[in-house]
T-cell receptor, first 115, second 115 residues
Framework: AQKITQTQPGMFVQEKEAVTLDCTYDTSDPSYGLFWYKQPSSGEMIFLIYQGSYDQQNATEGRYSLNFQKARKSANLVISASQLGDSAMYFCAMREDNYGQNFVFGPGTRLSVLP | EAQVTQNPRYLITVTGKKLTVTCSQNMNHEYMSWYRQDPGLGLRQIYYSMNVEVTDKGDVPEGYKVSRKEKRNFPLILESPSPNQTSLYFC??????????????FGAGTRLSVL
């Protein structure tokens, strides 16, 4: 069963607007971490933001915020004030504390920022 | 500078010719991992290592071997490569304690083509 689902293969957003990239996950481990990574066309994987399952508040890092809805098992990435340099693939990932040590990625969403 | 170094960055080989992709990290991380990235599938974990001499299979281990003789190094070995192992490979590392909270740092990637 797929543990991470990203239902948007591709997204477009106008420069300076906000965009939400969806991520839902599946786990029965009460302790887990959720991560978002950015992969620009150059290929490297860049860490963006982290949310722990016990964190009470949604994570924020600059223009990135994570809309964490634990009961719905969703961890959507919100990018505010999009920039042309935000055009990239975005991956949602999860690591479970207790049920194995696998780090599981979703299939990714390709974001294109339009001028 | 803290980093994960993979070599080579690009490799073209032929079916059946053994090859090794090296990975080294200078952050004293306990956890290291190998992934392959294929279009539409995101990153899939091949093998991971919790510490020296401790390795375990990820989701797609067939056709690969790893070893962890030193904390900093985690080579990926393809003993008899086949064309279906043509892919983009990433090595990553993170601290081992409180794993779910620890960010994985990625190498720049190795693009492998098996003819």
């Amino acid at each position: 069963a797929q543990k991470i689902t990203q239902t948007q293969p591709g997204m477009f957003v106008q420069e300076k607007e906000a965009v939400t990239l969806d991520c839902t996950y599946d786990t029965s481990d009460p302790s887990y971490g959720l991560f978002w990574y950015k992969q620009p066309s150059s290929g490297e994987m860049i860490f963006l933001i982290y949310q722990g399952s016990y964190d009470q508040q949604n994570a924020t890092e600059g223009r990135y915020s994570l809309n964490f809805q634990k009961a719905r098992k969703s961890a959507n990435l919100v990018i505010s004030a999009s920039q042309l340099g935000d055009s990239a693939m975005y991956f949602c990932a999860m690591r479970e504390d207790n049920y194995g040590q696998n780090f599981v990625f979703g299939p990714g969403t390709r974001l294109s920022v339009l001028p | 500078e803290a980093q994960v170094t993979q070599n080579p960055r690009y490799l073209i080989t032929v079916t059946g010719k053994k090859l090794t992709v090296t990975c080294s990290q200078n952050m004293n991380h306990e956890y290291m991992s190998w992934y392959r990235q294929d279009p539409g599938l995101g990153l899939r974990q091949i093998y991971y290592s919790m510490n020296v001499e401790v390795t375990d299979k990820g989701d797609v281990p067939e056709g690969y071997k790893v070893s962890r003789k030193e904390k900093r190094n985690f080579p990926l070995i393809l003993e008899s490569p086949s064309p279906n192992q043509t892919s983009l490979y990433f090595c990553a590392s993170s601290r081992g304690r409180e794993q779910a909270k620890n960010i994985q740092y990625f190498g720049a990637g190795t693009r492998l083509s098996v003819l």
